[in-house]
């Protein structure tokens, strides 16, 4: 005979009022149809409560044990199943551009961490605003400093990977015993080509010269070498 779910709010002694119920003792032995009066008697001879656990069977199953602990019992298996329900989901996490600062990204960084925690996955997207298309190494740089604040709970399921004007990255819970070490990370942009994303701050795009203005004498050309000059 089957128990019915996990409830805080069946009845309990006193309060059941139907007779017989079928009585299942302290130890977990089926006693059988049992009057309710009777099944309280032994309830209270073993210092336990009657407990209506399965109010919709005929009759009504009722069960020796310590209500209190059993409250408690069911109602961290409720808080579990409810955890297990909230995981394994894919969160996101948005970039508006390149240029974020320190404090701001690690912020988004700490609740990633919370996520996976909770056995989620993360997935970042940074946008790329006008002239930063051209300096996606800058994205790359966040998501290296990303995955590697993240390394001791999380190990990359699709590494960064350009969508559009978008970068994306999607990390998955890995949790690593004390102690581990996080693998070399691969070299960064040389520094003539990278340009700054802290906030505030202008990338570092090269600029054309600006032409000359009309009517300005142009500028001297190069005096050839004489054939035979050293060179």
Known sequence: ???SPISTNFRHN???????VFLIDETGNKVGSTST???????????????????????????????GKWRYQQQKKDDKSRASSRAGQLKELKFRTVKIGDHDLMIKINHAREF????????????????????????????????????PVSKVERDAKMEGRRMTLVLQPDHKPAGAKPPVQGGSAPAANR?????????????????AAP???????????????AR
């Open 14 to 20: 006193e309060q059941i009022r139907i007779s017989p």
């Open 116 to 151: 996976l925690k909770e056995g989620n996955k993360v997935q970042f997207t940074l946008q790329f605003r006008g002239r930063e298309m051209a300096h996606q190494e800058l994205g790359r740089e966040i998501f290296n400093k990303v995955k590697k604040e993240l390394w």
């Open 195 to 211: 340009g700054s994303f802290n906030s505030g701050s202008s990338l570092n795009i090269p600029q054309r010269p600006a032409a």
């Open 1 to 3: 005979m089957e128990v």
């Open 215 to 229: 009517g300005a004498p142009a500028a001297p050309a190069a005096a050839p070498q004489p054939a035979g000059a």
């Open 37 to 67: 009066s009777e099944a309280l008697r032994r309830a209270r001879e073993a210092g336990l409560d009657l407990v209506e656990v399965a109010p919709d069977a005929r009759p009504p199953v009722c069960k020796i044990l310590d209500y």
